[in-house]
């Protein structure tokens, strides 16, 4: 058993063949093309209400859109600040290299077809994006996306599907204009069929999550296959999301399937699953001051435990001073402004210029590397937020247990369990990427009626 290659390859869709009939199970309409089965799936309610596979799940601990604790003559508005970072599987870690601010006011630019992987960031085949929304000011919008390894047995770079998946995501929430916002399973067919429709995007496939923060303080998440996403509360964890796989290491994904292998399957067998963002799990929470969210792919899922990560992020937000102790009865309390921690002040071109350095990485020498990295460790990043800290330790943390062989991390654990026979021990080297984001809620006051 290969545990430590790419995981499985799935046959899910068939990319671009023309439609011979309309089926009312789209999981038995195998001539069905995959922008016909994408666009299907998101026109048509009707479909969505049959298949049981289309969940709508209800936070653990109660997502009520309706907040109790706040009065009538109180209005609350909340804002989210948002960092990444992230690191390629067998690349030395940078954290003032490998990190991405978002800065609201940037302005989204449409992908170009083709477009040159010297413009991406230094993630390998894990992708990811942050948008404020175009029809919800105050809004943000942000997903990963993890290229299936798999893909590279059959010649494809699984990176430039994944990769593409996020921008056209980007592109999609950032130029709606409806009076309706895209909901985050909307927004994930989106960017699927657009990646269907990319006349470069051979073959290919990822799994994906999406989250939508709104201005109310509610947060909506689609998740499909093995990423997946942590609310952490005040020294707890609040809600998580669980993995969807078919089999071990096998999870689901989004795929672009060439013709011609589809006949090779027909002709000798073999399993065709077909996932769709109609597959994905959504689940609704309410968010509150001081929230902290971690979205990530795989890569940090598969070497730090949940209790892990709020360790890391516990210890991080006490020391910045956001989160308090005020006495040991009284426990943990969030500081009334978060913005001193969050701002980027006037630092706000530095996330093009992190990003932009991460993806030019990869274009240099061994050499040039090292002296870059040197150079760094001795300026010290461009700017260090809140957000931005948490993201660079958590996957600091995630890489270094990756590489320890001694630690069982939580893929050896799932090994053994499957597995009993099989010697894995330590952690799983992978692509890693987090996007963090701070919770803030500012409250103004309103006369009554």
């Not at 093309?33 to 209400?49: E, F, G, I, N, V």
């Not at 997946?228 to 509360?233: A, I, K, S, Y």
């Not at 699953?273 to 795989?298: I, Q, Y």
């Not at 435990?305 to 910045?320: E, G, H, K, P, Y």
């Amino acid at each position: 058993m290969a545990t430590g290659a790419g995981r499985t390859l799935l046959l899910l869709c068939r990319p671009r063949l023309r439609p011979l009939r309309l089926a009312t199970d789209l999981r038995s309409a195998p001539s069905m093309s995959t922008a016909s089965l994408s666009c299907r799936s998101a026109q048509d309610p009707s479909t969505r209400a049959r298949d049981s596979n289309s969940r709508v799940r209800p936070a653990a601990h109660g997502a009520d859109s309706e907040r109790h604790h706040c009065h009538k003559h109180v209005r609350s508005t909340f804002n989210y600040s948002v960092a990444a970072s992230y690191i390629a599987k067998g690349r030395r870690y940078d954290p003032s290299t490998h990190v991405f601010h978002f800065n609201p006011y940037n302005r989204v630019q449409p992908p170009k077809p083709g477009r040159g992987k010297s413009s991406r960031p230094e993630s390998g085949q894990d992708a990811f994006f942050v948008s404020r929304s175009g029809v919800n000011p105050g809004g943000v919008a942000l997903g990963l996306a993890d290229g299936v390894g798999g893909w590279m047995d059959a010649g494809v770079d699984p990176a430039d599907f994944s990769h593409a998946f996020c921008d056209y995501m980007a592109q999609a929430v950032y130029e709606n204009n409806k009076t309706t916002g895209l909901t985050a399973r909307q927004l994930m067919q989106r960017g699927y069929e657009a990646v269907c429709h990319d006349p470069t995007i051979k073959a290919g496939g990822s799994t994906a999550i999406v989250g939508l923060c709104s201005p109310d303080g509610t947060l909506e998440v689609a998740n499909l296959g093995d990423s997946g996403f942590v609310l952490l509360r005040l020294n707890g964890v609040h809600a998580s999301s669980e993995p969807q796989t078919h089999a071990f290491n096998t999870p689901y994904q989004l795929s672009v399937v060439p013709p011609s292998m589809l006949l090779r399957a027909a002709a000798f067998g073999g399993a065709r699953l077909m996932d769709h963002p109609r597959d994905a799990e959504v689940t609704r929470h309410a968010l509150r001051h001081g929230d902290v969210l971690v979205f990530a792919s795989d890569g940090l899922w598969d070497n730090l435990f949940n209790q892990d990560i709020l360790r890391i992020v516990s210890r991080t937000m006490t020391r910045a001073g956001a989160w308090q102790q005020q006495s040991t009865d009284a426990g943990v309390h969030v500081v009334a402004d978060l913005e001193p921690h969050t701002r980027l002040a006037d630092n706000v071109d530095a996330s093009k210029e992190t990003t932009a350095a991460a993806a030019e990485e990869e274009d240099k020498s061994p050499q040039q590397q090292q002296q870059r990295s040197r150079h760094h460790q001795q300026t010290g990043p461009a700017t260090v937020t809140l957000q931005s800290l948490l993201a660079m330790e958590i996957v600091s943390a995630a890489k270094a247990a990756s590489m320890n062989r001694k630690l069982d991390g939580p893929f050896s654990k799932e090994v053994k369990k499957y597995f009993p026979n099989e010697r894995w021990h330590g952690g799983k080297e992978d692509d890693i990427c987090v996007v963090v984001v701070v919770v803030s809620e500012e409250t103004t006051s309103k006369a009554k009626l």
